[in-house]
T-cell receptor
Framework: GESVGLHLPTLSVQEGDNSIINCAYSNSASDYFIWYKQESGKGPQFIIDIRSNMDKRQGQRVTVLLNKTVKHLSLQIAATQPGDSAVYFCAETPNSGNTPLVFGKGTRLSVIA | GAVVSQHPSWVICKSGTSVKIECRSLDFQATTMFWYRQFPKQSLMLMATSNEGSKATYEQGVEKDKFLINHASLTLSTLTVTSAHPEDSSFYIC????????????FGPGTRLLVL
């Protein structure tokens, strides 16, 4: 089911430090997960994805970890930069073609220079 | 890469008027388009799923007569907010998919609607 937050949790991180953003999902049938970055006034921007047959996937400066046992997803950003400041959403969907994405409530990342 | 555009990017209208928002896939054919609504400091909420040439499927709680969706071609879907009221003020975002799976769903830049 969908989860909507009325107040976005905020994570403040010093520039250069690593950031970890967490997400809990509810649908055990979800097979595909995506992390999006959304800057103010813009649409979501794809960061990284992972399928349920994996527990870790790495990209450039980002790593996604998936723990299906506890239905938990995390996004790790290495050497956080001011340009990383945004709201980050996880999204999930069953792998059944053109199914809509269900978005998590989001976390605002603020990078302190 | 796949590009999705929305027009207009922002619109201000008077209460009671209708507003049309366009979502276009610029360099691929989108068999399915999704419309989301996002209120300030909240997540994206799916409003409806639109398949080319057929009626849209609306999520529970979304009034189909108020939010008219037309997906007349493989590159264009429109969302019309009829008789808009201040509570309809929101950020409307579309995404388009070329039927190759959820990993090929591409988002537009969003349209901010303000109803006075």
């Amino acid at each position: 089911g969908e989860s909507v937050g009325l107040h976005l949790p905020t994570l403040s991180v010093q520039e250069g430090d690593n950031s970890i953003i967490n997400c809990a999902y509810s649908n055990s049938a979800s097979d595909y997960f995506i992390w999006y970055k959304q800057e103010s006034g813009k649409g979501p921007q794809f960061i990284i994805d992972i399928r349920s047959n994996m527990d870790k996937r790495q990209g450039q400066r980002v790593t996604v970890l998936l723990n299906k046992t506890v239905k938990h997803l995390s996004l790790q950003i290495a050497a956080t930069q001011p340009g990383d400041s945004a709201v980050y959403f996880c999204a999930e969907t069953p792998n059944s073609g053109n199914t809509p994405l269900v978005f998590g409530k989001g976390t605002r990342l603020s990078v302190i220079a | 890469g796949a590009v999705v555009s929305q027009h207009p990017s922002w619109v201000i209208c008077k209460s009671g008027t209708s507003v049309k928002i366009e979502c276009r896939s610029l360099d691929f054919q989108a068999t399915t388009m999704f419309w989301y609504r996002q209120f300030p400091k909240q997540s994206l909420m799916l409003m409806a799923t639109s398949n080319e040439g057929s009626k849209a499927t609306y999520e529970q709680g979304v009034e189909k007569d108020k939010f008219l969706i037309n997906h007349a071609s493989l590159t264009l879907s429109t969302l019309t907010v009829t008789s808009a009221h201040p509570e309809d003020s929101s950020f409307y975002i579309c995404s388009a998919s070329n039927a190759r799976g959820p990993e090929t769903q591409y988002f537009g830049p969003g349209t901010r609607l303000l109803v006075l």
